[in-house]
């Protein structure tokens, strides 16, 4: 069995303000990090960090070689990144006071994915396997569709979301990892945990895993024998950024269930990490590995 993430890679360039700049206002930063990050790139990352085999597909420029050597750095495997023509995907990160962000994106090479790449990677994989897909790379309805003929188990975190997102055909996922917001503008509905009741009657064989911040998490697994429900407190930390703490989530999450682990415990150790995550500044440089989170949790 075998992790595969068709992901983004980006340059972070994170600045920390004393507050979100406004329509009109020129801000002083009070600091400039350039960093690695990407949701793709952040939660391959804590895929390894959880301990999975997982490799990175995806589209990196000229300028992004040192996310490449990053990632296997971090024990990703790259054979399947390929370098092209083009300016690198990036972002633009503020941090404010208390912790919080907000982001502008850039796709750039991430939006440059093409038909054979799909082809050519996914037919490196078979029934069984996992795949991990975020919205922040082009083709995703075509590459759900492949995968899904290959009979891999499909994982989509839809963010950021937007429209286009309605052309991928959500029966072919095994899960669907969301966000209070994300979960409502999925299903339709105003409230994040009815989402779920929407979702499952839209699409009876898709679990639903939606993070719901301080008020923590909640999943819905579906199985041969119905649907099992856990919920996951928050563990509390001292925020300093919040960039990669729910693809720090996801990446324990979903390494968890590739193992084989009960619900619950996934749920734990996720939210473990993503609490250690929070307290460190950037991206894929704030996630702890596996042993940090288990000797977290084994002093609770």
């Known amino acids: ?97 208390k912790g919080e962000n907000c982001i502008l994106l850039y796709g750039g090479t991430n939006r440059r994915i093409g038909d054979s790449q799909i082809d050519e990677t996914l037919a490196h994989f078979d029934q069984g396997d996992w795949l991990v897909l975020q919205n922040e790379v082009n083709s995703l309805p075509r590459i759900v569709d492949a995968a899904f003929a290959r009979g891999m188990r499909i994982v989509l975190n839809p963010s950021p979301y937007e429209e286009g997102l309605k052309e991928v055909d959500f029966g072919k996922l095994s899960w669907l990892l969301v966000n209070e917001v994300e979960a409502c503008q999925c299903s339709g509905s105003d409230e994040p945990e009815r989402a779920w009741d929407v979702l499952h009657a839209r699409y009876p064989r898709l679990s639903v895993l939606i993070t719901l911040g301080s008020a923590g998490s909640i999943a819905h697994a579906v199985g041969p024998d119905g649907v099992d429900t856990v919920r996951q407190q928050a563990f509390r930390a001292d925020a300093v950024d919040t960039t990669a703490a729910g693809d720090t989530f996801t990446g324990f999450f979903i390494g968890g269930l590739a193992e084989g682990r009960p619900l619950n415990e996934c749920m734990r150790r996720a939210s473990m990490a993503s609490a250690i995550s929070v307290t460190r500044m950037g991206a894929a440089v704030s996630i702890p590995k596996v042993e940090e989170v288990e000797s977290r949790l084994a002093e609770l």
Request: aromatic share 8%; glycine share 12%.
């Open 1 to 97: 069995m075998k992790i595969l993430n068709f992901g983004s890679l980006n340059v972070d360039y994170v600045y920390s303000v004393d507050y979100f700049v406004r329509a009109g206002e020129t801000l002083k930063a009070n600091s400039r990090e350039v960093l690695p990050g990407g949701k793709g790139l952040n939660q391959s990352v804590a895929l390894a960090r959880a301990g999975a085999q997982v490799y990175h597909a995806g589209c990196i420029g000229a300028d992004g070689e040192f996310l490449r050597e990053l990632l296997n750095k971090k024990g990703v495997n790259t054979e399947y990144l390929r370098t092209i023509d083009g300016m690198q995907g990036h972002t633009i990160i503020q941090v404010d006071k």
